[in-house]
């Protein structure tokens, strides 16, 4: 006689017990239902596979060329009114193409220039040179955090996010509620030089050397307290590495060239801000701020020491270190 199936419900009932609702399901810090939910629902489409048409394609170069005025297609990434130019030019051509697409296949073109040249499409050499400083300390919060929170909720890179105009808008609102006086040409460029510096190979390389491990370097760094009874005072005016952990959990680190001012935009709250929604709440009782003072370590300089931290431990809100950050 086959099996009859069981039902738990009426076993359920006759016990007294009553269903309850599974609002509280968590994973880590993040509540996973309504998580994976929000991520399903909101997933982001960057017309990544969008092909332009052979004449369409050499119409878009034909335009660059003629406003480009000697600077690198790399530039519409991070300069608004370039890219602009740049989209109004294809207008004036008779392109119709969305604009994000034509961004997107702009920047294909600088990346593989072998298989359009076999097409007959070929840009000419880059005459003026563009160099950017580093993203202020004050910035780096910001940009990590507004960028990660795109990542997390639509699955974007940042070239997705730079090319993109909707997420774009999103990232520099997102970043000018912590920092309020960045530019976004000052943002954009700081989510590069993230991308850039990211790199896989590199902190593979640095751990495998001999005596370098985040163990070390964790070693050394001092508790200073958790956030809710932080006194921003107590910590030095120093370089140094900031390491912000929940529980057993890292959700940030970062060098800075002062400790004491890395602290404000977790203390005022505004980059946790940022963060809180319904994938994760903070909670300043359990978070911890530790630091680390001095300009190098064990033979590595600090930004060596943050790159091996994000590579090894994973921090939630750093952007991650992954293979061919170009």
């Keep these: 006689m086959a099996d009859k199936p069981i039902n738990q419900y009426a076993i359920s009932q006759s016990l007294g017990s009553s269903v309850q609702r599974a609002d509280g399901t968590r994973f880590g810090g993040f ?42 297609p790399g530039r519409l990434l991070w300069n608004r009114s370039f890219a602009r130019s740049f989209v109004d030019r294809c207008r004036q051509a008779g392109l119709k193409t969305p604009e994000d697409v034509l961004k997107r296949q702009m920047i294909a073109v600088r990346k593989d220039p072998a298989r359009f040249a076999r097409m007959g499409i070929a840009l000419s050499p880059t005459t003026k040179r563009e160099t950017h400083a580093a993203p202020r300390d004050e910035c780096i919060p910001a940009i990590e955090f507004a960028l990660v929170r795109l990542r997390y909720r639509y699955g974007a890179s940042i070239d997705d996010i730079l090319l993109s105009t909707e997420l774009g808008r999103q990232f520099e609102k997102s970043a000018q509620a912590i920092v309020g006086d960045a530019s976004p040409e000052e943002l954009r460029l700081g ?20 005596n370098v491990s985040s163990e070390m370097l964790e070693a050394e760094m001092v508790d ?36 004491r001012a ?26 911890h701020i530790s630091t680390f003072v001095g300009d190098e370590f064990g033979g590595l300089g600090l930004e060596q020491w943050q790159i091996c931290l994000i590579y090894d431990r994973r921090p939630l809100f750093n952007w991650p270190v992954r293979p061919h950050a170009a």
Aim: hydrophobic share 40%; glycine share 8%.
């Design 262 to 287: 890395s602290l404000t935009p977790f203390v005022d709250g505004s980059a946790l801000e940022a963060m809180a929604d319904r994938f994760w709440v903070p909670d300043r009782d359990e978070m």
């Design 224 to 259: 200073v307290g958790c956030l809710s009874n932080l006194h921003a005072q107590e910590v030095p005016e120093s370089r140094g590495i900031l390491r912000v952990t929940e529980g057993p959990k890292y959700l940030f680190v970062s060098r800075y060239k002062s400790l």
């Design 191 to 210: 989510a590069l030089y993230l991308r850039k510096t990211r790199k896989t190979t590199e902190a593979q390389r640095l751990l495998g050397q001999e």
């Design 31 to 72: 509540g996973l239902i309504r998580s994976a939910a929000e991520v399903l629902g909101a997933r982001f489409g960057h017309s990544a596979s969008t092909r332009l048409t052979h004449d369409e394609y050499r119409l878009m170069a034909q335009a660059f060329e003629q406003m480009r005025d000697g600077y690198a």
